[in-house]
C-alpha cells in the first residue's frame, strides 16, 4: 500500500498527469475512429517516448491504452460500427437503444461500466502482480518452457474462424523469431546477410507494420469509398450519467461477473479485449433471468461487453509485468516500449525497479479516471473528429509510422522493415489470416526456445524435470488439456458444417 | 486473385516455405554441445508442423470448393462468386508510391517527401469529384512541417533531414 502511494507521488507532476490526460484523450479519439486500432494508437505514440523518462513515456502509453479501449464504444454507438474490436458486442444492444432514441442513456452506461471495469482491474493488478512476481522469481527454464507453450495454445482462441489458418500465422510468428543470433550458442541465422538482421527482426517496425501499415494498403482496396468517408452521427441527448440509481444497482451483478471475466481473460496471455467483450456479452445473456430479451437493446448489453473490455487492460498487464509475456496485442507494444527504456518487465522488475511498477499501478488508475471525465466532457468534440475523412488521416497515420520506426534504432533499414509487414500484414488480411496469433508465436517463440535449450542443459539432456517440476508439470497438464479440448470442438465444428452444407442443398 | 481458391494458395505457399525452413536450418552453423538439441531444433519443427498445418489447409480448402460447386451446380450460380474482384490498381500505386517514400527519404529529407507522398497519397485514396489539388497540397505541406518541427522540436526524436538539413 505504502509503495502505491509512492507511486501515487511519483506521477504527481504535472508534466505527467497533462501527459497522461492528453494520453487518454488522444486514446478516445484513436478508439473511436473506425479503423483505428488501440495497438495502432500506441504503436504510432511509442516513438515519442523515446525522449521521455521511462515513468513518463510508459504512463503515457498506458493512458492511451486505456483512453484506447473505452473510445471504441462512442463509434460503436453513435456510427453503429465498432470503432475497436473491443466494442464489437456492444453494438448488439447499442445499436438498438439508438434506433429507440436511448443514445444517450447507452453512452452514460457504456462509459460508466467501462470505468468501473478498468478501475476494478487495476486493482486486481495492483494486489496480484506483486504476489505472483514473488511465485515467479523461482521460476526456471522448465517453468518458463511450459508457460510459454501454454500461451501458445491460447492462439486457438485467437484464431477467428479457422484454427488451421491461426495455428499457421502463429508457426510463422514462432519462424521469425527464429531470425538473429541463435540463443545459447550466438551464430546468426537466418539473416539472409543483412548484418541489420543479427539482432533480429525488431518488434517495434514489425508491430507498427502489421497493426498500422498495412491499413492504407487494405483502404486502398476498398471500394465505395466515396460513401464511407462521411459517416453518419447520430444525434443524442445526455442528462446527469443518463441513467437512474435504479438502473444501476441492478447491474451490479451483471457488472461484477464481467469484470472478473474480463479480468481474467486479460490475464491469460494472449487473449485480449476483443475476446473478452463478447465472452462477456455470452455469459451475461446466458446467466440472466431475461436471456430472451437480449438484443432488444437493453442495458445488461452494454454493461457487459464495457465493463469486461476495460477489465481486460489491467489483467493483460499482469503476464506483461510479472512474466514478461504480454497479455494481448497492446501489451506487446507496451513491451517494446519497456525495452526501449531499457527496461526488461519480468519478476525481477519488482525488486530492480519497484518505484517504476508501482507508478504503473497509479498511472493505470489515474487514466480510468481521467478516461471517465474526459469522456463525459469532451463527447461532442470526439463525434466531431469521427468526421474526418480517411484518405487524409491514413496517409498521415503512414507518416508516422515511417518517424516511428526510424526512431527506434536511427537507422532506415528499420523503415523497410515496417514497409513489409505492412505488405505481410495485408497479404494477411486478404487471405484470412489472424495477425495476433503472429505476434504472439513472434513473442513466445525465442521464450520457448531459450528455455527449451537452458532447461536442456542444465539438466545435461532429460527432458524429465519438464514433467516433474510441479509448476512446470501443472502448466503441460493444461496445455494438453486445452489441446485436446479444441481438436474435439474443431472436429464437431467441421461435422456440423457438413451437415449445414448438406441441409442446404438438400 | 479470386476468392474461391485463396486457401489452396495459401496452402500452397505454406508447404512451400516449410520446405525452405527445413532445408535452410541444415546451413545453420554451430559449434558442437553436448546437449542433443541445436539452433536447427526448433526450425525444423516448426518447418514439420508447418507442412502439415500446409497440406491440411489445401485439402481444407479443396473440400469446401467441391462443396461450393455441389451447391453451384444444385442452385443457382452464386452472383457473388462470378462477380471478378475489382483489379486494385490504387493498393498497387499506394505499395509503389510508399516504396519510393522510403527510398527517397534518406536524399531528400522527411519533409519534401512526406508533401509530396502525403500529396500524391491524397490523390490516390480519392475519387475524382472530390479531387481538389489546392486544398490538398496545402494539407500536405502543413502536416509534414508540422509532423517535422513536432517530432524534432518538442518531442526530441531523430528524423532524416536530408538535403534540407
Known amino acids: 500500500m505504502e509503495m502505491l502511494l509512492a507511486g501515487f507521488a511519483s506521477i504527481f507532476t504535472v508534466k505527467t498527469i497533462m501527459y497522461i490526460l492528453g494520453g487518454v484523450v488522444i486514446g478516445i479519439i484513436v478508439g473511436a475512429i473506425p479503423g483505428m486500432t488501440v495497438t495502432m494508437g500506441v504503436a504510432l505514440f511509442l516513438p515519442i517516448t523515446f525522449g521521455m523518462s521511462p515513468i513518463l513515456g510508459l504512463s503515457l502509453l498506458i493512458a492511451l491504452y486505456i483512453g484506447g479501449t473505452s473510445g471504441g464504444l462512442i463509434s460503436a454507438l453513435l456510427l ?129 507494420g502489421l497493426f498500422a501499415g498495412a491499413q492504407i494498403l487494405e483502404y486502398a482496396g476498398e471500394k465505395n469509398k466515396d460513401n464511407s ?102 501489451t506487446a507494444i507496451l513491451l517494446a516500449g519497456f525495452m526501449i527504456h531499457g527496461i526488461s518487465p519480468g519478476p525481477l522488475l519488482f525488486t530492480n525497479h519497484g518505484d517504476l511498477v508501482y507508478a504503473i499501478f497509479a498511472a493505470v488508475i489515474v487514466a480510468n479516471i481521467f478516461m471517465i471525465i474526459a469522456a463525459f466532457a469532451g463527447m461532442r468534440g470526439f463525434v466531431r473528429i469521427l468526421t474526418v475523412p480517411k484518405y487524409i488521416l491514413l496517409p ?16 532506415m533499414f528499420d523503415v523497410w522493415t515496417m514497409l513489409a509487414f505492412g505488405v505481410i500484414g495485408y497479404l494477411m488480411g486478404k487471405f484470412g489470416f489472424g495477425k495476433a496469433p503472429l505476434i504472439l508465436g513472434f513473442i513466445l517463440g525465442p521464450i520457448l526456445e531459450v528455455n527449451l535449450r537452458r532447461g536442456l542443459m542444465q539438466s545435461q539432456g532429460s527432458y524429465a524435470p519438464f514433467l516433474t517440476e510441479p509448476i512446470s508439470a501443472i502448466f503441460l497438464v493444461i496445455t494438453v488439456i486445452v489441446v485436446v479440448m479444441n481438436v474435439i470442438s474443431e472436429v464437431k465444428k467441421a461435422r456440423k458444417r457438413k451437415e449445414d452444407i448438406i441441409g442446404s442443398v438438400v | 486473385m479470386d476468392i474461391k481458391h485463396r486457401d489452396i494458395y495459401s496452402g500452397s505457399f505454406v508447404l512451400l516455405f516449410a520446405v525452405i525452413l527445413f532445408t535452410a536450418s541444415f546451413r545453420i552453423q554451430e559449434l558442437m554441445t553436448e546437449v ?52 486494385d490498381y490504387a493498393t498497387i500505386i499506394t505499395l509503389f508510391l510508399l516504396i519510393g517514400y522510403v527510398a527517397l527519404m534518406e536524399i531528400l529529407g522527411f519533409i519534401i517527401t512526406t508533401t509530396v507522398y502525403l500529396f500524391l497519397q491524397f490523390f490516390v485514396l480519392t475519387s475524382r469529384t472530390q479531387r481538389k489539388p489546392l486544398k490538398l497540397a496545402i494539407i500536405a505541406i502543413l502536416i509534414s512541417v508540422l509532423v517535422f518541427y513536432l517530432f524534432t522540436v518538442v518531442f526530441k526524436i531523430m528524423i532524416p533531414s536530408g538535403i534540407l538539413g
Not at chain 1, 165 to 170: D, M, R, S, V, Y
Open chain 1, 80 to 208: 453503429k460500427i465498432p470503432g475497436t474490436p473491443a466494442s464489437i458486442a456492444t453494438t448488439f444492444d447499442g445499436s438498438v437503444m439508438v434506433e429507440k432514441g436511448e443514445a444517450g442513456k447507452a453512452l452514460g452506461v457504456g462509459i460508466v461500466f467501462s470505468f468501473i471495469g478498468g478501475l476494478f482491474s487495476a486493482i486486481v493488478l495492483a494486489f496480484i502482480s506483486p504476489f505472483l512476481a514473488k511465485i515467479a522469481l523461482k521460476f526456471g527454464p522448465y517453468e518458463y518452457f511450459s508457460i510459454a507453450l501454454f500461451s501458445l495454445t491460447m492462439i486457438a482462441g485467437l484464431s477467428s474462424g479457422s484454427l488451421v489458418k491461426g495455428l499457421i500465422a502463429g508457426m510463422f510468428g514462432i519462424t521469425m523469431g527464429f531470425v538473429g543470433t541463435a540463443p545459447i550458442t550466438g551464430f546468426p541465422r537466418f539473416t539472409f546477410g543483412f548484418y541489420e538482421l543479427d539482432a533480429g527482426i525488431n518488434l517495434l517496425p514489425a508491430l507498427i
Open chain 1, 229 to 330: 468517408n462521411k459517416a453518419q452521427v447520430v444525434d443524442y441527448k445526455i442528462k446527469g450519467f443518463g441513467f437512474s440509481m435504479k438502473e444501476f444497482i441492478s447491474q451490479i451483478g451483471n457488472a461484477f461477473r464481467s469484470a472478473v471475466l474480463g479480468t481474467g481473460i486479460g490475464i491469460l496471455p494472449g487473449l485480449g479485449a476483443s475476446v473478452a467483450n463478447i465472452a462477456a456479452y455470452g455469459a451475461a445473456q446466458k446467466y440472466s433471468k431475461y436471456p430472451e430479451k437480449f438484443g432488444t437493446g437493453i442495458i445488461d448489453g452494454i454493461v457487459a461487453p464495457e465493463t469486461a473490455n476495460n477489465a481486460s487492460t489491467g489483467g493483460a498487464l499482469v503476464p506483461l509485468l510479472t512474466l514478461g509475456i504480454p497479455g494481448d496485442n497492446t
Open chain 1, 396 to 411: 498521415v497515420v503512414m507518416a508516422f509510422c515511417v518517424i516511428g520506426s526510424f526512431g527506434v534504432n536511427n537507422r
Open chain 2, 36 to 87: 542433443k538439441i541445436g539452433a536447427d531444433f526448433l526450425p525444423k519443427i516448426t518447418a514439420v508442423i508447418l507442412a502439415i498445418l500446409g497440406v491440411t489447409l489445401i485439402f481444407q480448402g479443396k473440400k469446401d470448393l467441391k462443396m461450393k460447386k455441389n451447391l453451384d451446380t444444385q442452385k443457382t450460380q452464386n452472383v457473388l462468386d462470378d462477380k471478378k474482384e475489382n483489379k
